[in-house]
């Protein structure tokens, strides 16, 4: 069965406290995406990755961070830095890297942080 | 700044019409536009893309895209109940090294009255 997956689906979060989020995709994708969503908004672009071991970092990054240890994994910590992170965080991934304007992207479920 | 413009609405469409979307853009430089359908609740779900100027056409939908004026539009035909969501407009900037992320416009919301 493949596609992306997101867990947890809802992640409680202390003050002070940094949470992980994990990204896992079984589709062969080149690069993956994080992005946040606040309620009534637009997705915005948090950190990106485009191959193993190197990520850019998106609108949004400060109080985020993230690795790409493996081609199908992308996980992303909220650190306690980031003094808002209450929203709904969406990975995504695109098929092949290099295909110019062809390139596609697909989302995976997401996962709702709230601040207890 | 890179900027996508949607109505937000509500739009409300009676069942069996066309639906019209549309989506302006600040950027000239943004070489691949998305449509994406959103349920509340859930995460968006991938419609269309459009590269080219003009028409391009899947099923009951069309996308439009008109470079020049920097605009970008999705019609629905035969609009069903189930077509109610939130449609997200979203550009891509193509630097060249791939597969950059997307900007996305807060969405329009899409009512289908039966």
């Known amino acids: 069965d493949g596609g992306i997956t997101q867990s947890p689906k809802y992640l409680f979060r202390k003050e002070g406290q940094n949470v992980t989020l994990s990204c896992e995709q079984n589709?062969?994708?080149?690069?993956m995406y994080w992005y946040r969503q606040d309620p009534g908004q637009g997705l915005r672009l948090i950190y990106y990755?485009?191959?193993?071991?190197?990520?850019q970092k998106g609108d949004i990054a400060e109080g985020y961070s993230v690795s790409r240890e493996k081609k199908e994994s992308f996980p992303l910590t909220v650190t306690s830095a980031q003094k808002n992170p209450t929203a709904f965080y969406l990975c995504?991934?695109?098929?092949?890297?290099?295909?110019?304007?062809?390139?596609?992207?697909?989302f995976g479920p997401g996962t709702r942080l709230l601040v207890l | 700044q890179k900027e996508v413009e949607q109505n937000s609405g509500p739009l409300s469409v009676p069942e069996g019409a066309i639906a019209s979307l549309n989506c302006t853009y600040s950027d000239r430089g943004s070489q691949s536009f998305f449509w994406y359908r959103q349920y509340s609740g859930k995460s968006p779900e991938l419609i269309m893309f459009?590269?080219?100027?003009g028409d391009k056409e899947d099923g009951r939908f069309t996308a439009q895209l008109n470079k020049a004026s920097q605009y970008v539009s999705l019609l629905i035909r035969d609009s069903q109940p189930s077509d109610s969501a939130t449609y997200l407009c979203?550009?891509?900037?193509?630097?060249?090294?791939?597969?950059?992320?997307?900007?996305f416009g807060k969405g329009t919301h899409l009512i289908i009255q039966p």
């Open positions: 995504a991934s695109t098929p092949r890297a290099g295909l110019g304007p062809q390139e596609t992207q697909y």
């Open positions: 990755s485009q191959i193993v071991n190197d990520f």
């Open positions: 589709l062969n994708h080149d690069a």
């Open positions: 459009i590269y080219s100027n």
């Open positions: 979203a550009v891509r900037l193509y630097s060249g090294g791939g597969a950059d992320g997307l900007t």
